[in-house]
């Protein structure tokens, strides 16, 4: 069972940058599949970005196209969101998760992944 920790979030004004990071202990972090969602007040949970084990596949969803990238460092067990132009409505609490095994279609879907970071809050002024 793997523990997903996440870091780097923080205060940022619309248009600045930041990189979430996610720290995997307790698996093998190579063999996950790994996304990134979000959660604004009081709106559901959304998919932002997935990547598989060795970073081959990349997924975004259309609205940080261009803006966001995800990328991972399976000899540090480590996954990054690196996000740029942001905008006073992408302010949520940013999670990662991780599936046991590669989600082709379903990658955008949360209940197909398996295990959840507690968050990391992303507020973006305006």
């Known amino acids: 069972q793997v523990q997903l920790v996440e870091s780097g979030g923080g205060l940022v004004q619309a248009g600045g940058s930041l990189r979430l990071s996610c720290a995997a202990s307790?698996?093998?972090?190579?063999?996950?599949?790994m996304g990134w969602f979000r959660q604004a007040p009081g709106k559901e949970r959304e998919f932002v970005a997935a990547i598989s084990w060795g970073s081959r596949v990349t997924y975004l969803s259309d609205s940080v196209k261009g803006r966001f990238t995800i990328s991972r460092d399976n000899a540090k067990n480590t996954l990054y969101l690196h996000m740029n132009s942001l905008k006073p409505e992408e302010t949520a609490g940013y999670y990662c998760a991780a599936a046991s095994r590669f989600l082709g279609s379903d990658y955008d879907r949360q209940d197909a992944y398996d295990y959840w970071g507690q968050g990391t809050q992303v507020t973006v002024s305006s």
């Open positions: 307790g698996g093998t972090f190579s063999t996950y599949f």
